[in-house]
């Protein structure tokens, strides 16, 4: 079974900039989410989507990012201007359904904003 | 308060040690506990799941969760170089779905 794609895996951009990042998640995977992991630092929920449909992203810095996933399969995270603290690496992960509670994650964007 | 707390460490042991990996959280809701193991540039993948107080082994790995005390355990028996990597906890609050609440991780280095 392919695990989740992220791509780009690295991305060097100045702040102010524009940037965007795509998961395709496992195939038949419902749920997915995209989490910020700033170094040295676990982790943490930007938004989840259920199929199409955005079930959190109450910590999602909505003045500078912004998320879809059309058809209920790839997302797109983007953000737009890019601050300085935004440099992170991006994880995308997804969830199968039924009673599987496990997330599987991709490799990660690594962002650097300069 | 931090929701889960996590010693980052660096760990450092010799080949064949016992280590023993902790996180505490504040928030007695969370019903559902896991460890993540995250090697270097990549990204987390689930090592133990524990569903409420209790112990369970899979292996070299022994998860212990103590909800009287907000308190989960990780032991790694016989440790093997291969198991340095960074170990993530987390955890949620039901099995429906929603999202996980990670510790900061620990550092661990094993060496032969």
């Known amino acids: 079974e392919a695990g989740v794609a992220q791509s780009p895996r690295y991305k060097i951009i100045e702040k102010r900039q524009s940037v965007a990042f795509w998961c395709n998640p496992i195939?038949?995977?419902?749920?997915l989410y995209w989490y910020q992991q700033i170094l040295g630092q676990g982790p943490k929920l930007l938004i989840q989507f259920q199929n199409n449909g955005v079930v959190d992203d109450s910590q999602l810095p909505k003045d500078r990012f912004s998320a879809e996933r059309l058809k209920g399969v790839d997302s797109t995270l983007k953000i737009q201007p890019a601050k300085l603290e935004d440099s992170a690496v991006y994880l995308c992960a997804s969830r199968g359904t039924g009673g599987t509670y496990e997330q599987y994650f991709g490799p990660g964007t690594r962002l650097t904003v300069t | 308060q931090k929701e889960v707390e996590q010693d980052p460490g660096p760990l450092s042991v010799p080949e064949g040690a016992i280590v023993s990996l902790n996180c505490t959280y504040s928030?007695?809701?969370?019903?559902?506990f896991m460890w993540y193991r995250q090697y270097s540039r990549k990204g987390p993948e689930l090592l133990m799941y524990?569903?409420?107080?209790g112990n369970k082994e899979d292996g070299r790995f022994t998860a212990q969760v103590d909800k009287s005390s907000k308190y989960i355990s990780l032991f790694i028996r016989d440790s093997q170089p291969s198991d340095s990597a960074t170990y993530l906890c987390?955890?949620?609050?039901?099995?429906?779905?929603?999202?996980?609440?990670f510790g900061k991780g620990t550092t661990l280095s094993v060496s032969s």
């Open positions: 928030n007695s809701a969370f019903q559902y």
């Open positions: 987390a955890m949620s609050y039901n099995q429906a779905g929603t999202a996980l609440i």
């Open positions: 524990t569903y409420s107080s």
């Open positions: 195939s038949g995977h419902a749920t």
